[in-house]
């Protein structure tokens, strides 16, 4: 799982920036029960995907205390840590979400500093 | 203040989980610390992972310990195909829930930081996973590529601290592998963190042979060898090589074996070596070593013994070859599988691999012999003490299993006899010595016990003698000139020869002389006895005339008195 081909992800990638304004995310948020960590990053990234992605998004938060199983099928260790599946390339984006700025480098939503 | 520390009244040993590694067991006095985490570090190459499959494999299928294996360097099918070399076949451990592997996918272009973070999803996955198939062991192999990984090392640690206190509590055993650092044991200093049992492993190549080391550098709550241990790593997995017998306490037998050659079994007090104990043959270049070998490993095929022949010189063609040349035939042995041959060059492998394989050899072919031919192939440079340690182990080894050992020793020739091999002679408990006797023009054979324990044995020097029907041992002449062996006692046993023969002469003829004396006596007395028998006899009739005339007289007295009428 997850291996990317690095050619298919190059295109994806381009296309990605190309298209982002106008393209649908799939997001998952993986957390761990109601620890604090998990309630700043769902209230965090509920408020970014609102700001600039309304409309245009599908956000999932999964508790691995429910679903533990999913922790090897996704290959989470971090949490929380929110899995972009769409559009492509693959990015996970840890930690509470608190720092916007990389949360959208992380969305391609802004260019990467240089 | 009162002094009332209690007093256990057993001593509790601390639990451990026997890691089925062949040697690992031994140093660490039963294997890893149970349900505590033991950390192994050591350079690339090393065999961290391996280690520390091996140690889940063999819980599983030995000691019916589950275990899960998290990876976060190699993924499940390259670890998979990677220890199938060493005869583990994980697909079907994890088929039957003895294994689960784990292949942690971290990819730091992947992640975008932003914010505080934890490792619960471990955590969950981890436990998830020992709790799939009641794990007892895990092995986290490396968890440092987190560090590689993931932002925020600070974070990380605390993470580190965390899992590790968890596993404790957890109650598995565990391993965790970490890339060696420069000044500390490991790049992120997990030793720290772990602290029950700390292994390192070690690769290092010297004149250019390799050779692999462990070390036990801690062990919380338990003895430990604390050497460095060579180990090896081949088709059968891991071994690691400690000295068997650290307390000289195996058993010793009373067994006495014949040394092939009756002549020296009557020098060894009538009976040869004892079983079990180790015999040294040290002597110069061509003084017949292998062929005291080869008696002695014919000896034994022939009491239907096994023996073992670590040739280190000569092809085992070449040795059947060589001995049929003094009418030891070893080929029969061989096509018996009574006698095994294992010939290799010494610089073909590291010391410590030759000694593991010559342990395991030993283990699968159990012998009751042993040959190793010479020792002296292992001196490589400045490897000497090295070699000596290795030779204790071997040595000790073999006695420990009650195998009669037979090391051959080259000395230099100029280096006095005994002095080259003063550090194993402690080891030795039989010491043969073969050397040159150079005299009259010529070079023989001399072979004297140097020492011999436990048994009377013979102070004198033999001469020896390798005929077409094997080594012969003889007397040598000890006289003002030294000892005399080859021409010089030929001429010496003439010489001896005719003395005895003109003594032998001289008794004859003085035998002779006085049987013709006694002869001539004789006759004399038989003469002198004639003459007397012939003066006796005239004499006997001179007294018998002088008895008749005298009767004659008193009967005419009687007459005439009876014609006078006489009264009385």
Not at chain 2, 336 to 356: D, H, I, N, S, V
Not at chain 2, 363 to 377: A, H, S, Y
Request: proline content about 4%; some cysteine; overall charge negative.
């Amino acid at each position: 799982m997850n291996e990317n081909n690095s050619h298919d992800s190059t295109a994806a990638f381009e296309q990605a920036l190309k298209s982002s304004q106008d393209q649908h995310y799939t997001l998952r948020l993986y957390v761990i029960g109601t620890s604090p960590q998990s309630v700043h990053a769902i209230a965090n990234i509920k408020k970014i995907c609102e700001e600039h992605l309304q409309g245009r998004y599908e956000l999932e938060v999964i508790d691995l205390y429910q679903q533990p199983q999913l922790a090897q099928g996704e290959q989470i260790i971090v949490s929380p840590t929110l899995i972009k599946k769409l559009p492509m390339p693959l990015r996970r984006i840890i930690g509470d979400m608190s720092n916007e700025e990389r949360v959208l480098v992380g969305l391609d939503l802004r260019p990467r500093p240089k | 203040m009162t002094n009332s520390k209690p007093v256990s009244a057993a001593r509790i040993l601390l639990p451990k989980a026997p890691t089925g590694i062949q040697g690992l067991d031994e140093i660490t006095g039963g294997g890893l610390p149970k349900g505590r985490p033991t950390l192994i570090c050591g350079s690339a190459g090393c065999g961290k992972t391996l280690l520390a499959m091996e140690f889940l494999v063999r819980g599983a299928t030995q000691f019916n310990e589950p275990g899960v294996f998290m990876a976060f360097e190699e993924t499940i099918k390259d670890l998979t195909k990677n220890v199938a070399s060493l005869g583990f076949d994980l697909d079907s451990l994890v088929a039957d829930k003895k294994i689960v592997l784990d292949f942690v996918y971290i990819e730091r272009s992947e992640i975008e930081e932003t914010g505080e973070y934890d490792l619960e999803g471990l955590f969950i996955r981890l436990n998830q996973a020992i709790d799939s198939i009641g794990a007892k062991r895990v092995v986290l192999d490396t968890i440092e590529s987190l560090f590689a990984g993931l932002p925020n090392p600070l974070i990380l640690r605390a993470e580190l601290r965390r899992l590790f206190r968890w596993l404790k509590d957890k109650g598995v055993t565990a391993i965790i592998t970490g890339e060696r650092g420069d000044e500390s044991l490991t790049r992120q200093g997990l030793e720290e963190y772990v602290s029950d049992c700390v292994i390192v492993l070690d690769h290092r190549v010297c004149d250019q042979t390799s050779s692999r080391r462990l070390r036990v550098v801690k062990y919380r709550g338990s003895t430990h060898g604390t050497d460095e241990y060579p180990f090896l790593i081949d088709e059968d997995g891991f071994s690691v090589l400690p000295i068997t017998s650290l307390g000289l306490q195996h058993d010793v037998s009373t067994d006495r074996i014949s040394t092939g050659i009756t002549r020296l079994d009557a020098m060894l007090g009538d009976a040869g070596y004892y079983r079990g104990s180790s015999v040294l043959v040290s002597g110069t270049a061509g003084t017949g070593k292998s062929s005291l070998a080869a008696h002695f490993c014919d000896a034994a095929c022939r009491r239907g013994e096994r023996a073992l022949y670590f040739a280190f010189e000569e092809s085992p063609s070449q040795i059947i070859r060589n001995m049929r040349s003094i009418g030891i035939d070893l080929e029969p042995w061989v096509n018996k599988g009574l006698l095994r041959f294992q010939a290799t060059r010494p610089a073909f492998a590291g010391l410590e691999m030759q000694l593991t394989m010559m342990h395991k050899t030993v283990n699968t072919f159990k012998p009751e012999v042993v040959i190793v031919d010479p020792l002296n192939g292992f001196i490589i440079g400045d490897n000497e003490t090295s070699v000596k340690s290795m030779l204790m182990r071997l040595a000790d080894f073999l006695k420990t299993k009650q195998i009669t050992s037979l090391f051959t020793s080259l000395t230099a020739g100029g280096a006095p006899l005994g002095v080259t091999d003063v550090a194993i002679s402690a080891m030795i408990d039989t010491w043969l010595v073969l050397r040159d006797i150079e005299i009259g023009g010529e070079r023989n054979r001399g072979l004297s016990i140097l020492k011999s324990r436990g048994m009377p044995h013979s102070n004198q020097i033999r001469e020896c003698l390798l005929t077409d029907h094997g080594m012969e041992l003889c007397e040598v002449y000890v006289g003002a000139g030294g000892v005399l062996t080859g021409s010089a006692r030929l001429a010496q046993e003439a010489q001896e020869q005719a003395l005895k023969l003109t003594r032998k002469q001289e008794v004859e003829r003085r035998q002779l002389e006085l049987e013709s004396k006694r002869r001539a006596l004789e006759a004399q007395i038989e003469a002198m006895r004639a003459e007397f028998d012939v003066q006796e006899a005239e004499a006997m009739k001179i007294i018998g005339q002088e008895q008749a005339q005298a009767l004659q007289l008193v009967l005419e007295r009687a007459e005439m008195g009876q014609s006078r009428k006489a009264d009385r």
